[in-house]
Structure formats: structure tokens, C-alpha cells
């Protein structure tokens, strides 16, 4: 079993920047890759980036490309999505997810509860 927890959610201006952050607990060890998703209301959950937690080999949807950078520490299990240049669009809960290396390619099996972005325009 692996928890995740999002923070760094909240409010903010168009143009402006916010640091999302997913800690990982539990049987980390088995994590083979993490990743952000996002859900606007009325609309699909959508994938936002991801990033292998062994390489660093990073995904970005294309609508965040060039303004959302994925990162993360290993040493204390997180992961981090940086976003600039937010446009209202954006606007979302943000969920953190993870890959187990013994799930199948492409699964997510552990979800958090998700954080919530707001961009004002």
C-alpha cells in the first residue's frame, strides 16, 4: 500500500506561480513512476505530467508543456509540480498519483485526495 498526500493548492492570480507538493508513505519501494492528473468540474479527469522515480524521465500533457515542470526527491519520497504562468484554465483539483512496479504499464493504482487550484483571472 502507498498514501499519497497533495498540498500547495489555493488561490491565485492569472500569471502567477504555485507549488504543488505529493508525499508518499507507506511502500514507497515499490513506486515505478509518479504522476499529476486534474479535474475541472463537468469535465474528465485529464493527465497533466508524470515523471519515472528511477531516471527522472519526465511526460507533460501539452496544454502545460513549457509552464508545469515535474520534479522529484527521493530521498523523501515527493514529488512536486511547478506551474507558472497559470491561466484560469487551469483551474482544477489536482491529484497526485503513483505507478507500482508491479502494476501494469500505464496504471495508476494509488491516488491522493486531491488539491484544489483556483486561478482568477
Known amino acids: 500500500q502507498v498514501q499519497l498526500v497533495e498540498s500547495g493548492g489555493g488561490l491565485v492570480q492569472a500569471g502567477g506561480s504555485l507549488r504543488l507538493s505529493c508525499a508518499a508513505s507507506g511502500r514507497t519501494f515499490s513506486i515505478y513512476a509518479m504522476g499529476w492528473f486534474r479535474q475541472a468540474p463537468g469535465k474528465e479527469r485529464e493527465f497533466v505530467a508524470a515523471?519515472?522515480?528511477?531516471?527522472?524521465?519526465?511526460d507533460y500533457a501539452t496544454s502545460v508543456k513549457g509552464r508545469f515542470t515535474i520534479s522529484r526527491d527521493n530521498a523523501k519520497n515527493t514529488v512536486y509540480l511547478q506551474m507558472n504562468s497559470l491561466k484560469p484554465e487551469d483551474t482544477a483539483v489536482y491529484y497526485c498519483a503513483a505507478q507500482s512496479i508491479y502494476g501494469n504499464y500505464n496504471q495508476y493504482r494509488y491516488w491522493g485526495q486531491g488539491t484544489r487550484v483556483t486561478v482568477s483571472s
Open positions: 515523471i519515472n522515480w528511477s531516471g527522472g524521465n519526465t
